[in-house]
C-alpha cells in the first residue's frame, strides 16, 4: 500500500544544534502532518500543512520549530535551537483530502536523541 | 473541550480470549472516530474507522460500533491471536484539522 518515508530513523544531536526531520509523503498527497510521541506516552499533534501554509498548530508547536515543503519535495521538520525535551519519535503523515473521515498514513517515525 | 479517552494502559490476555479495548469521547461535534494499531517498531496504521449510517466496520477479526448515547467506540474481538500484540489507539478530531489520539493501550496476547 501506500508508503510514508521518514529519513533517518534515529538522529542523535547535541542541544543547542539545528536537526531537520526529513518526510516522503505519499506521492498524491495534499496533506501533512507531525506527530510527537515521547517515550512511553501517547502521539501528540504538533502542526498539519497544506499548499504551503500551516493550516493548524497546537502548543507543543514552539517558536524554535518550522515546517515546509519546497516545490514538492520532502516535507520536513526543523528544531532550530534543540532542547533536551525536544527529544521523541516524531511522525510524519500524509493524506489526500482533509476531512473528518480521513485517513492518515504513518510513516516509521524519526527517533531523536538531544544530548 | 474535545477529548479521547481510553482507560486502559495495558491488556494481557491469553490467546483464543475475547478482548474489549475502551473508547469514549467528548465531542461537541458529530464524531468520526478510529482505530489505529502500531505494532512493535512499525508505523500507525488503521485499523476501523467509524461510520455515520451505523454500519459496524469490521477489520482482521476486530469491530466497534459507536455508540452515540455513551459516547463510545470500544474495540472488540472474540479471540485474540498473539500477532494482536501491539499498541491500540483511539483517535478523533476535535472538529478542528487535527486527528486527536487517546494515551493508547498495550495489548499482549500470550500463548
Known amino acids: 500500500g501506500p508508503k510514508v518515508l521518514q529519513i533517518p530513523s534515529h538522529q542523535i544531536i547535541d542541544m543547542g544544534q539545528m536537526v531537520t526531520l526529513n518526510c516522503d509523503p505519499v506521492s498524491n498527497h495534499l496533506y501533512f502532518y507531525w506527530y510527537k510521541q515521547i517515550l512511553g506516552q501517547q502521539m501528540e499533534f504538533l502542526v498539519n500543512?497544506?499548499?504551503?501554509?500551516?493550516?493548524?498548530k497546537s502548543k507543543l508547536f514552539k517558536d524554535q520549530f518550522s515546517v515546509e515543503r519546497p516545490d514538492g519535495s520532502y516535507f520536513t521538520l526543523k528544531i532550530q535551537p534543540t532542547a533536551l525535551e525536544d527529544s521523541a519519535v516524531y511522525f510524519c503523515?500524509?493524506?489526500?483530502?482533509?476531512?473528518?473521515?480521513?485517513?492518515?498514513?504513518f510513516g516509521h517515525g524519526t527517533k531523536l536523541s538531544v544530548l | 473541550g474535545d477529548s479521547v479517552t481510553q482507560t486502559e494502559g495495558l491488556v494481557t490476555l491469553t490467546e483464543g480470549l475475547p478482548v474489549m479495548l475502551n473508547c469514549t469521547y467528548q465531542?461537541?461535534?458529530?464524531?468520526?472516530l478510529f482505530w489505529y494499531v502500531q505494532h512493535l517498531n512499525e508505523a500507525p496504521k488503521l485499523l476501523l474507522k467509524s461510520f455515520t449510517d451505523n454500519k459496524r466496520p469490521e477489520h482482521q477479526g476486530f469491530h466497534a460500533t459507536l455508540h452515540k448515547s455513551s459516547s463510545s467506540f470500544h474495540l472488540q474481538k472474540s479471540s485474540a491471536q498473539l500477532s494482536d500484540s501491539a499498541l491500540y489507539y483511539c483517535?478523533?478530531?476535535?472538529?478542528?484539522?487535527?486527528?486527536?489520539f487517546g494515551t493508547g493501550t498495550t495489548v499482549s496476547v500470550s500463548p
Open positions: 500543512f497544506y499548499n504551503g501554509k500551516v493550516m493548524e
Open positions: 465531542s461537541t461535534y458529530s464524531p468520526f
Open positions: 483517535a478523533g478530531y476535535q472538529g478542528g484539522r487535527a486527528l486527536i
Open positions: 503523515a500524509s493524506s489526500f483530502r482533509q476531512g473528518s473521515n480521513e485517513r492518515l498514513f
